[in-house]
């Protein structure tokens, strides 16, 4: 059980960490008036794209 465990939470940190570091970028790039309104809408689907992409990995392996 302990592997598992340990299986999904290194993804995680590695995600965090990158977050971490490319943050006052991103947060630049989404708030920067002069570009396109949709921008976090991009954001918002990238990340319901990986979450189901996870899942569905997730959902996988435990058949």
Same mark, same amino acid.
Do not use: C, E
């Given at each position: 059980?302990?592997?598992?465990?340990?299986?999904?939470?290194?993804?995680?940190?590695? *995600?965090? *960490?990158?977050?971490?570091?490319?943050?006052?970028?991103?947060?630049?790039?989404?708030?920067?008036? &002069?570009?396109?309104?949709?921008?976090?809408f *991009?954001?918002?689907?990238?990340?319901?794209?990986?979450?189901?992409?996870?899942?569905?990995?997730?959902?996988?392996n435990? &058949?």
């Amino acid at each position: 059980m302990q592997r598992g465990l340990m299986n999904r939470q290194s993804p995680l940190i590695l *995600l965090l *960490l990158i977050a971490y570091i490319f943050f006052p970028a991103l947060f630049d790039w989404i708030t920067d008036a &002069s570009s396109g309104w949709y921008k976090p809408f *991009l954001i918002w689907i990238a990340v319901i794209i990986g979450a189901y992409l996870l899942q569905r990995r997730d959902h996988r392996n435990d &058949s």
